[in-house]
């Protein structure tokens, strides 16, 4: 018995510390207030609990106590309801729907405490005092289970509505509490004792240690800082307190000139110490409002990303259809399917077919671009073979370009062995004659230079230019998709900034790797694939 009466004065009190921590926090909140109310309430349902069982044996206090008692219950839920509801954002709830909620708890508060519909009489025994329950008790007990289970429903949808992942999981630390209270409090002092079990009542009270702890968490969390600043504060003016006693009853005028020292040294210390915390608080305050602020903006670049994607993907479709027929037609026309064509109609329809040739490749990056950025990637058909065929036969139809535009080539092939490599013959040959057409555009006069070497374990491909080159910080970005050096935006405006990006998915895709090295503007790029040998 005593150890049960310790611990409803303990859960009496830490209710009331861990409810006033919270109250003075930030006692302009909506939510800290009821947050306050709801513990005090807590703490006097101890206290009552604890009186009952003390003077429980003379019979008119213990029915006023006994009564008190489940009176105190119907504001603890009527207060837990409402502070769910309020949660997080200190909502203002419609006047109307704050009468709903409180007008059957009042009323079931004062038939509680003044009539005997609920509780007729309290049955005075030496072990354990048992409350004799009136007509209306099933509705005090249907009331008290509804408002807990409406709390719990609420906090539920509530956390299945809320973005902010920090208060989702506040939520579930209070569902947690209030589950685990709600059950045992009404289990151990209305359900039981329902059925004349008693002696389990004062777990009750001590339950709500639960409730109280995980949700003074939840809402401390969110202000974790200025709890800090307050115990801060608290124990500074404690120590200043506790020197300025020890100075007043120093006994000796020595002992008073050290007190004063020591009065004075703790007091500066206590007040540095405080202000040290709340300069801390407040740049860690700022800190959490940017890295929301920059939370909130990264979404919103998220979502304009996948929007952007899909008009590629869908603008891209809507473009092929016509452009197919405008290239079959063309290529009919040319070979005078629709009869014979003169020697100056053929060059424009050599430009037609060529443009639509060019569109035809652009859209396909631009949908295999979205293709990777919604996760399906290239339909690869993937063979082991030497690959040295096909990239000879890219080479031989790039060179004739790069001689015509007054380039020198040199092609160096160091492979003298049968190599196989795994690869998927489009999607190599798109990555491979992307590297060599960009030197070509890019390089101006000099010279380019492909090579074809292997190690132990891998083919290496090589391209050189002397053309324009690149800064180091345009290298970091090369195969980021749509990156478009500055250098190159003026005198080739036609690029779209994804053959890199591409290519880099396509080997990567293959198990190999890509990169460039440059050694600045003007002084030539070079582009370098490995990709692993398959050994037999
Ligand atoms: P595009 O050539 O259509 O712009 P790419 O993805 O192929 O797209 O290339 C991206 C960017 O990388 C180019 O715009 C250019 O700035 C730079 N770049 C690529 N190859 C070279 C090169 N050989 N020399 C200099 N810059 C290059």
Do not use: C
Not at 82 to 109: G, M, Q, V, W
Not at 167 to 179: E, F, Q, R, V
Not at 341 to 362: A, C, G, Y
């Amino acid at each position: 018995m005593v150890i049960e009466n310790l611990f409803l004065i303990i859960v009496a009190v830490s209710n009331l510390i861990l409810g006033g921590l919270v109250y003075f926090n930030n006692r302009k909140s909506l939510v800290n207030r009821v947050f306050g109310i709801w513990a005090f309430s807590l703490t006097l349902w101890s206290i009552n609990s604890f009186l009952f069982y003390v003077f429980g044996n003379s019979p008119s206090a213990s029915l006023l106590l006994g009564r008190l008692l489940y009176a105190t219950a119907v504001i603890i839920v009527v207060t837990l309801l409402y502070f769910t509801e309020i949660f997080p954002d200190s909502i203002n709830l419609k006047r109307r729907y704050t009468a709903i909620i409180f007008a059957p708890a009042t009323l079931l508060f004062i038939f509680t405490i003044a009539s005997d519909l609920i509780i007729e009489d309290i049955a005075i025994s030496v072990f354990d005092n048992k409350a004799i329950f009136g007509p209306l008790f099933i509705l005090y007990a249907l009331f008290i289970i509804i408002y807990v289970a409406l709390s719990v429903f609420i906090l539920i949808r509530k956390y299945q509505y809320v973005q902010n992942n920090n208060i989702k999981i506040h939520i579930h630390l209070m569902l947690i509490g209030i589950a685990t209270s709600g059950f045992f409090g009404i289990t151990a002092t209305i359900l039981l004792p329902m059925f004349n079990v008693f002696n389990v009542d004062k777990f009750g009270p001590v339950s709500t240690v639960f409730m109280v702890g995980f949700m003074a968490y939840a809402i401390a969390k969110y202000n974790v800082m200025n709890i800090k600043v307050i115990a801060t504060k608290f124990l500074g003016i404690l120590l200043s307190f506790v020197l300025f006693i020890n100075l007043i009853f120093s006994k000796t005028a020595s002992e008073f000139l050290i007190n004063i020292i020591i009065f004075f040294a703790g007091t500066i210390i206590s007040y540095l110490l405080v202000k040290s915390a709340s300069a801390e608080i407040n740049i860690r305050k700022k800190l959490e409002n940017l890295t929301s602020k920059l939370q909130i903006a990264n979404e919103d670049l998220r979502k304009l990303d996948e929007t952007k994607t899909e008009f590629m993907s869908l603008a891209s479709h809507q473009l092929r259809t016509p452009l197919t027929s405008i290239k079959g037609y063309s290529s009919m026309i040319k070979s005078g399917d629709f009869g014979k064509i003169s020697s100056e109609q053929k060059e424009p329809l050599d430009i037609i077919f060529m443009s639509t040739e060019n569109m035809n490749n652009l859209i396909d990056d631009f949908l295999n671009a979205s293709r990777i950025e919604k996760k399906r990637g290239f339909d690869y058909n993937f063979v082991v073979d030497n690959p040295i065929n096909l990239i000879k036969e890219i080479i031989d139809n790039l060179s004739i370009q790069i001689k015509n535009k007054g380039l020198k080539f040199v092609y160096e092939n160091k492979i003298n062995k049968e190599v196989k490599i795994k690869f998927d013959n489009r999607t190599l040959l798109q990555a491979i004659s992307n590297l060599i057409q960009n030197a070509i555009k890019y390089t101006n006069n000099g010279s380019i230079t492909v090579k074809i070497s292997r190690t132990n374990n891998h083919l290496e491909f090589s391209v050189k230019d002397s053309g324009i080159g690149m800064t180091s910080d345009d290298l970091k970005m090369l195969f980021k998709r749509f990156f478009r050096s500055d250098s190159v935006k003026i005198d080739h405006p036609e690029g779209t900034g994804l053959g890199l990006y591409l290519a880099e998915r396509i080997i990567l895709d293959h198990g190999g790797k890509i990169w460039a090295e440059s050694k600045g503007i003007g002084k030539g790029s070079s582009f370098f694939i490995t990709l692993p040998v398959v050994k037999e």
